[in-house]
Protein backbone atom coordinates (compact mmCIF):
# COMPACT_ATOMS: atom_id res chain seq x y z
CA UNK A 1 0.00 0.00 0.00
CA UNK A 2 1.32 3.38 -0.94
CA UNK A 3 2.43 5.54 2.19
CA UNK A 4 2.73 3.31 4.74
CA UNK A 5 6.47 3.55 4.95
CA UNK A 6 5.92 6.98 5.36
CA UNK A 7 3.14 6.39 8.13
CA UNK A 8 5.64 3.94 9.88
CA UNK A 9 7.77 7.44 10.86
CA UNK A 10 5.67 9.18 11.66
CA UNK A 11 4.72 6.41 14.25
CA UNK A 12 8.06 6.11 15.51
CA UNK A 13 8.25 9.65 16.44
CA UNK A 14 4.75 9.55 18.05
CA UNK A 15 5.92 6.13 20.14
CA UNK A 16 8.79 7.94 21.15
CA UNK A 17 7.10 10.39 23.12
CA UNK A 18 7.80 13.72 24.31
CA UNK A 19 11.10 12.97 26.13
CA UNK A 20 13.87 11.02 23.92
CA UNK A 21 14.98 11.17 20.20
CA UNK A 22 14.38 8.57 18.40
CA UNK A 23 17.54 7.33 16.08
CA UNK A 24 17.03 8.89 12.65
CA UNK A 25 15.43 6.54 10.43
CA UNK A 26 18.06 7.12 7.21
CA UNK A 27 16.16 3.94 5.86
CA UNK A 28 12.79 4.95 6.21
CA UNK A 29 13.42 8.41 4.53
CA UNK A 30 15.35 7.05 2.13
CA UNK A 31 12.26 4.09 1.01
CA UNK A 32 9.88 6.80 1.36
CA UNK A 33 11.74 9.09 -1.39
CA UNK A 34 12.58 5.93 -3.98
CA UNK A 35 8.53 5.12 -3.26
CA UNK A 36 8.20 9.02 -4.32
CA UNK A 37 9.98 8.47 -7.43
CA UNK A 38 9.00 5.03 -8.54
CA UNK A 39 5.37 6.61 -8.52
CA UNK A 40 6.79 9.90 -10.12
CA UNK A 41 7.80 7.60 -13.16
CA UNK A 42 4.43 5.70 -13.65
CA UNK A 43 2.83 9.12 -13.84
CA UNK A 44 4.92 10.29 -16.08
CA UNK A 45 4.46 7.13 -18.34
CA UNK A 46 0.95 7.10 -18.11
CA UNK A 47 0.62 10.80 -19.13
CA UNK A 48 2.69 10.49 -21.99
CA UNK A 49 0.59 7.14 -22.97
CA UNK A 50 -2.56 9.18 -22.55
CA UNK A 51 -1.20 11.75 -24.67
CA UNK A 52 -0.36 9.15 -26.99
CA UNK A 53 -3.87 8.11 -27.01
CA UNK A 54 -4.58 5.40 -24.55
CA UNK A 55 -7.56 6.09 -22.02
CA UNK A 56 -8.96 4.88 -18.81
CA UNK A 57 -5.26 6.32 -17.01
CA UNK A 58 -6.59 9.35 -15.01
CA UNK A 59 -7.81 7.41 -11.84
CA UNK A 60 -4.33 5.78 -11.48
CA UNK A 61 -2.77 9.51 -12.73
CA UNK A 62 -4.48 10.62 -9.91
CA UNK A 63 -4.22 8.10 -7.03
CA UNK A 64 -0.02 8.10 -7.33
CA UNK A 65 -0.49 12.33 -7.16
CA UNK A 66 -2.19 11.57 -3.74
CA UNK A 67 0.23 9.14 -2.82
CA UNK A 68 3.13 11.53 -3.64
CA UNK A 69 1.54 14.59 -1.68
CA UNK A 70 0.83 12.56 1.24
CA UNK A 71 4.50 10.95 1.58
CA UNK A 72 5.94 14.20 1.06
CA UNK A 73 4.05 15.49 4.35
CA UNK A 74 4.86 12.78 6.67
CA UNK A 75 8.33 13.18 5.61
CA UNK A 76 8.27 16.68 6.01
CA UNK A 77 6.32 16.25 9.04
CA UNK A 78 8.88 13.65 10.64
CA UNK A 79 11.64 16.33 9.82
CA UNK A 80 10.46 19.06 11.08
CA UNK A 81 9.40 17.40 14.24
CA UNK A 82 12.76 16.29 15.15
CA UNK A 83 14.29 19.57 14.60
CA UNK A 84 11.69 21.32 17.35
CA UNK A 85 12.53 18.37 19.78
CA UNK A 86 15.95 19.11 19.14
CA UNK A 87 15.43 22.68 19.86
CA UNK A 88 13.89 21.87 22.81
CA UNK A 89 17.37 19.99 23.25
CA UNK A 90 19.55 23.23 23.51
CA UNK A 91 17.02 24.75 26.16
CA UNK A 92 17.08 21.98 28.46
CA UNK A 93 20.86 20.77 27.98
CA UNK A 94 22.57 23.69 26.81
CA UNK A 95 25.05 24.07 24.31
CA UNK A 96 26.83 20.81 24.97
CA UNK A 97 24.34 17.55 23.75
CA UNK A 98 25.46 14.27 25.82
CA UNK A 99 27.08 11.72 23.47
CA UNK A 100 24.27 9.28 24.20
CA UNK A 101 21.79 12.24 22.46
CA UNK A 102 24.19 12.97 19.68
CA UNK A 103 24.43 9.17 18.75
CA UNK A 104 20.53 9.34 17.78
CA UNK A 105 20.89 12.52 15.56
CA UNK A 106 22.17 12.12 11.78
CA UNK A 107 25.17 14.48 10.42
CA UNK A 108 22.87 17.42 9.24
CA UNK A 109 20.90 17.63 12.38
CA UNK A 110 23.91 18.01 14.12
CA UNK A 111 25.43 21.17 11.92
CA UNK A 112 21.42 22.85 12.47
CA UNK A 113 22.24 22.32 16.13
CA UNK A 114 25.21 23.78 16.10
CA UNK A 115 23.54 26.88 13.58
CA UNK A 116 20.68 26.99 15.72
CA UNK A 117 23.06 27.47 18.57
CA UNK A 118 25.19 30.23 16.97
CA UNK A 119 22.10 31.89 15.71
CA UNK A 120 20.77 32.05 19.44
CA UNK A 121 24.03 32.64 20.75
CA UNK A 122 23.89 35.58 18.66
CA UNK A 123 21.02 37.10 19.66
CA UNK A 124 21.52 36.87 23.33
CA UNK A 125 24.84 38.32 22.85
CA UNK A 126 23.12 41.64 21.60
CA UNK A 127 21.23 42.02 24.64
CA UNK A 128 22.10 45.04 26.76
CA UNK A 129 26.02 45.50 27.70
CA UNK A 130 27.50 42.33 27.28
CA UNK A 131 24.04 40.11 26.62
CA UNK A 132 21.83 38.10 28.27
CA UNK A 133 21.98 34.39 28.67
CA UNK A 134 17.97 33.73 28.05
CA UNK A 135 18.89 29.83 29.05
CA UNK A 136 19.32 30.94 32.75
CA UNK A 137 16.05 31.93 35.17
CA UNK A 138 14.03 29.37 33.38
CA UNK A 139 11.82 29.24 36.66
CA UNK A 140 10.63 32.51 39.13
CA UNK A 141 13.34 32.56 41.72
CA UNK A 142 11.68 31.62 45.17
CA UNK A 143 14.73 32.38 47.15
CA UNK A 144 18.59 34.21 47.64
CA UNK A 145 20.21 30.70 48.91
CA UNK A 146 19.33 27.04 48.01
CA UNK A 147 20.43 23.97 50.34
CA UNK A 148 22.01 21.40 47.53
CA UNK A 149 23.23 18.00 47.81
CA UNK A 150 26.08 16.52 45.67
CA UNK A 151 25.12 13.52 43.46
CA UNK A 152 28.58 12.39 42.27
CA UNK A 153 32.05 14.33 42.50
CA UNK A 154 32.55 17.46 41.07
CA UNK A 155 36.53 18.37 42.52
CA UNK A 156 36.88 22.25 43.53
CA UNK A 157 33.61 25.31 43.17
CA UNK A 158 34.44 29.01 43.70
CA UNK A 159 31.70 30.89 45.01
CA UNK A 160 31.23 34.66 43.84
CA UNK A 161 32.62 36.00 47.36
CA UNK A 162 35.30 33.80 47.00
CA UNK A 163 35.05 31.04 48.71
CA UNK A 164 36.01 27.24 47.97
CA UNK A 165 33.95 24.56 47.98
CA UNK A 166 34.88 21.14 47.65
CA UNK A 167 32.24 19.34 46.23
CA UNK A 168 32.31 15.22 46.90
CA UNK A 169 29.55 13.17 46.92
CA UNK A 170 26.84 13.39 49.34
CA UNK A 171 28.01 16.81 50.84
CA UNK A 172 25.56 19.38 51.45
CA UNK A 173 25.91 23.29 50.84
CA UNK A 174 23.60 26.29 51.00
CA UNK A 175 24.72 28.19 48.21
CA UNK A 176 23.33 31.46 46.47
CA UNK A 177 21.20 30.10 43.68
CA UNK A 178 21.97 31.50 40.82
CA UNK A 179 25.87 30.44 41.21
CA UNK A 180 24.49 26.54 41.16
CA UNK A 181 21.71 26.40 38.70
CA UNK A 182 23.52 25.05 35.89
CA UNK A 183 24.24 23.00 38.14
CA UNK A 184 21.34 21.75 39.39
CA UNK A 185 19.95 21.12 35.86
CA UNK A 186 23.04 19.06 34.44
CA UNK A 187 22.50 16.71 37.56
CA UNK A 188 25.27 17.60 39.40
CA UNK A 189 23.53 18.83 42.70
CA UNK A 190 20.69 18.33 43.88
CA UNK A 191 18.23 20.58 44.67
CA UNK A 192 16.75 19.37 48.49
CA UNK A 193 13.25 21.20 49.41
CA UNK A 194 12.23 20.41 52.38
CA UNK B 1 -3.17 76.59 18.39
CA UNK B 2 -0.01 77.83 19.96
CA UNK B 3 -1.57 77.09 23.51
CA UNK B 4 -2.20 73.37 22.49
CA UNK B 5 1.02 72.69 20.88
CA UNK B 6 3.14 73.57 23.62
CA UNK B 7 0.86 71.47 25.85
CA UNK B 8 2.06 68.25 23.91
CA UNK B 9 5.89 69.28 23.57
CA UNK B 10 5.14 69.12 27.38
CA UNK B 11 3.37 65.89 27.65
CA UNK B 12 6.00 64.06 25.34
CA UNK B 13 9.08 65.02 27.53
CA UNK B 14 7.60 63.90 30.52
CA UNK B 15 7.16 60.23 28.69
CA UNK B 16 10.81 60.49 27.70
CA UNK B 17 12.85 61.03 31.00
CA UNK B 18 10.70 61.43 33.82
CA UNK B 19 10.25 57.59 34.79
CA UNK B 20 11.06 56.72 37.87
CA UNK B 21 12.43 53.66 37.95
CA UNK B 22 9.50 51.59 39.50
CA UNK B 23 7.52 52.69 36.51
CA UNK B 24 9.72 51.48 34.08
CA UNK B 25 9.50 48.42 36.38
CA UNK B 26 5.33 48.35 36.36
CA UNK B 27 5.41 48.86 32.38
CA UNK B 28 8.05 45.97 32.05
CA UNK B 29 5.81 43.77 34.20
CA UNK B 30 2.65 44.71 32.07
CA UNK B 31 4.60 44.40 29.09
CA UNK B 32 5.46 40.73 30.16
CA UNK B 33 2.17 39.74 30.80
CA UNK B 34 0.72 40.61 27.88
CA UNK B 35 3.08 39.22 25.67
CA UNK B 36 2.55 36.11 27.81
CA UNK B 37 -0.93 35.57 26.92
CA UNK B 38 -1.50 37.42 23.59
CA UNK B 39 -1.26 34.93 21.06
CA UNK B 40 0.36 36.81 18.11
CA UNK B 41 3.91 38.86 18.59
CA UNK B 42 3.10 42.46 20.28
CA UNK B 43 5.15 45.52 19.74
CA UNK B 44 8.91 45.46 20.80
CA UNK B 45 9.39 47.34 24.33
CA UNK B 46 12.92 47.59 23.54
CA UNK B 47 13.36 51.13 25.33
CA UNK B 48 11.86 49.46 28.60
CA UNK B 49 13.99 46.53 28.49
CA UNK B 50 17.10 48.36 28.01
CA UNK B 51 16.59 50.84 30.79
CA UNK B 52 15.95 48.03 33.16
CA UNK B 53 19.01 46.41 32.20
CA UNK B 54 21.01 49.15 32.80
CA UNK B 55 19.11 49.91 36.16
CA UNK B 56 20.54 46.04 36.79
CA UNK B 57 23.98 46.68 35.72
CA UNK B 58 23.96 49.69 38.43
CA UNK B 59 22.33 47.49 41.31
CA UNK B 60 24.91 45.09 40.85
CA UNK B 61 27.68 48.03 40.69
CA UNK B 62 26.08 49.59 43.87
CA UNK B 63 26.19 46.04 45.88
CA UNK B 64 30.05 45.85 44.80
CA UNK B 65 30.99 48.79 46.88
CA UNK B 66 28.46 47.57 49.92
CA UNK B 67 30.16 45.87 53.01
CA UNK B 68 29.64 42.17 53.62
CA UNK B 69 27.30 40.67 55.67
CA UNK B 70 25.34 43.95 54.94
CA UNK B 71 21.57 43.03 55.36
CA UNK B 72 20.76 45.05 52.49
CA UNK B 73 22.74 43.02 49.96
CA UNK B 74 20.64 40.08 49.86
CA UNK B 75 17.45 42.04 49.68
CA UNK B 76 19.04 43.41 46.57
CA UNK B 77 20.45 40.52 45.01
CA UNK B 78 17.04 38.96 45.16
CA UNK B 79 15.55 41.63 43.41
CA UNK B 80 18.15 41.61 40.43
CA UNK B 81 17.47 38.05 39.99
CA UNK B 82 13.07 38.30 40.33
CA UNK B 83 14.05 41.40 37.48
CA UNK B 84 16.33 39.50 35.38
CA UNK B 85 13.89 36.72 35.70
CA UNK B 86 10.76 38.51 34.46
CA UNK B 87 13.44 40.16 31.06
CA UNK B 88 14.46 36.64 30.08
CA UNK B 89 10.95 35.37 30.45
CA UNK B 90 9.39 38.13 28.51
CA UNK B 91 12.45 38.21 25.96
CA UNK B 92 12.02 34.12 25.54
CA UNK B 93 8.54 34.53 25.05
CA UNK B 94 9.34 37.01 22.29
CA UNK B 95 11.82 34.84 20.37
CA UNK B 96 9.25 31.68 20.82
CA UNK B 97 6.83 33.84 18.93
CA UNK B 98 9.34 34.13 16.41
CA UNK B 99 10.84 30.74 15.85
CA UNK B 100 7.61 29.53 15.59
CA UNK B 101 6.14 32.04 13.23
CA UNK B 102 8.95 32.69 11.34
CA UNK B 103 7.49 32.62 8.08
CA UNK B 104 4.53 34.79 8.99
CA UNK B 105 6.51 37.42 10.71
CA UNK B 106 9.49 37.76 7.83
CA UNK B 107 6.28 38.48 5.72
CA UNK B 108 4.58 41.15 7.88
CA UNK B 109 8.31 42.46 8.22
CA UNK B 110 8.32 42.95 4.10
CA UNK B 111 4.92 44.21 3.88
CA UNK B 112 5.15 47.57 6.47
CA UNK B 113 5.23 50.76 5.15
CA UNK B 114 8.48 52.65 6.78
CA UNK B 115 6.08 55.09 9.28
CA UNK B 116 4.94 51.95 10.73
CA UNK B 117 7.12 51.12 13.72
CA UNK B 118 8.50 47.68 13.38
CA UNK B 119 7.40 44.90 15.61
CA UNK B 120 10.26 43.42 16.15
CA UNK B 121 13.75 44.55 17.14
CA UNK B 122 17.00 44.62 14.64
CA UNK B 123 18.41 42.06 16.29
CA UNK B 124 14.94 39.74 16.16
CA UNK B 125 14.65 40.41 12.81
CA UNK B 126 18.04 38.99 11.90
CA UNK B 127 17.79 35.78 14.42
CA UNK B 128 14.42 35.28 12.02
CA UNK B 129 15.98 35.54 8.93
CA UNK B 130 18.61 33.20 10.44
CA UNK B 131 16.38 31.21 11.56
CA UNK B 132 14.03 30.29 8.68
CA UNK B 133 17.06 29.78 6.29
CA UNK B 134 18.70 27.37 8.49
CA UNK B 135 15.38 25.39 7.95
CA UNK B 136 14.94 25.46 4.84
CA UNK B 137 18.22 24.34 4.11
CA UNK B 138 18.07 21.30 6.48
CA UNK B 139 14.58 20.30 4.64
CA UNK B 140 16.01 21.41 1.03
CA UNK B 141 19.01 18.81 1.66
CA UNK B 142 17.80 15.79 3.66
CA UNK B 143 14.51 15.60 1.50
CA UNK B 144 13.40 18.29 -1.00
CA UNK B 145 16.34 17.91 -2.89
CA UNK B 146 15.57 14.20 -3.57
CA UNK B 147 12.24 14.52 -4.42
CA UNK B 148 9.99 14.30 -7.91
CA UNK B 149 11.13 17.21 -10.18
CA UNK B 150 7.31 18.59 -9.57
CA UNK B 151 7.44 18.74 -5.47
CA UNK B 152 10.55 20.44 -4.66
CA UNK B 153 9.53 23.40 -3.58
CA UNK B 154 7.48 23.77 -0.39
CA UNK B 155 4.01 26.13 -0.96
CA UNK B 156 3.79 28.54 1.94
CA UNK B 157 0.15 28.63 1.64
CA UNK B 158 -0.09 25.26 3.07
CA UNK B 159 3.18 25.25 5.50
CA UNK B 160 3.46 28.65 7.09
CA UNK B 161 2.52 28.56 10.60
CA UNK B 162 0.08 31.31 11.80
CA UNK B 163 -0.97 32.84 14.62
CA UNK B 164 -4.85 31.58 15.57
CA UNK B 165 -5.66 35.81 16.01
CA UNK B 166 -9.24 34.06 17.15
CA UNK B 167 -8.32 32.57 20.10
CA UNK B 168 -9.81 33.96 23.35
CA UNK B 169 -7.84 36.01 25.93
CA UNK B 170 -8.35 37.55 29.22
CA UNK B 171 -8.52 41.20 29.72
CA UNK B 172 -7.78 42.94 32.90
CA UNK B 173 -9.47 46.77 33.17
CA UNK B 174 -7.18 49.56 34.14
CA UNK B 175 -9.37 52.64 33.77
CA UNK B 176 -12.48 52.81 34.02
CA UNK B 177 -14.61 53.06 30.51
CA UNK B 178 -17.96 53.46 29.50
CA UNK B 179 -19.12 52.36 25.99
CA UNK B 180 -17.14 50.21 24.73
CA UNK B 181 -17.80 47.94 21.55
CA UNK B 182 -18.07 44.70 21.75
CA UNK B 183 -18.46 42.69 18.12
CA UNK B 184 -21.06 40.40 18.84
CA UNK B 185 -20.26 36.86 17.94
CA UNK B 186 -22.61 35.57 14.97
CA UNK B 187 -23.25 32.55 15.88
CA UNK B 188 -25.38 29.63 13.68
CA UNK B 189 -28.59 29.36 15.46
CA UNK B 190 -29.72 26.00 15.13
Redesign the interface.
Known amino acids: MFGEKALELIRELQRSGENSLPPYNEDG ?1 RQV ?1 EE ?2 S ?2 EQNQKDVSDTVAGQTGLFAGVQLRHSA ?2 RN ?1 RC ?2 AY ?2 NR ?1 QHI ?1 KLRWEFGSVLPQEIKYNM ?1 E ?2 VQ ?1 FN ?2 NK ?2 A ?2 MR ?4 GG ?1 D ?1 T ?2 I ?3 KS ?1 YIEVRCQMDHGEFETQ ?1 GSVIILKKNSQHFL ?3 ECEHLVRQGILEHIVH | MSDISNLIEEDSDNDGEAMTAAEVLQKLEEAWLNEKFAPDLLENKSDI ?2 CM ?2 QL ?1 EMENNIKLAK ?1 GDFKV ?1 LH ?2 EI ?2 I ?2 I ?3 Y ?2 RR ?1 EKV ?1 RFAVCVLEAEEKRDDEEASRLTP ?2 H ?2 AK ?2 QE ?2 EM ?2 K ?3 LR ?6 QK ?1 DPNL ?1 TIRPNVDSYVFLKVNKHQEGVLVEEESSDAG
Open positions: VLMLLFLEKVMLYLRSQEWKYCLNYSLGELLQDKPPLDLRS | VDMDQRSRMDRRFISSLRLEEEQYDYSVHMNLAHMPPNSMT
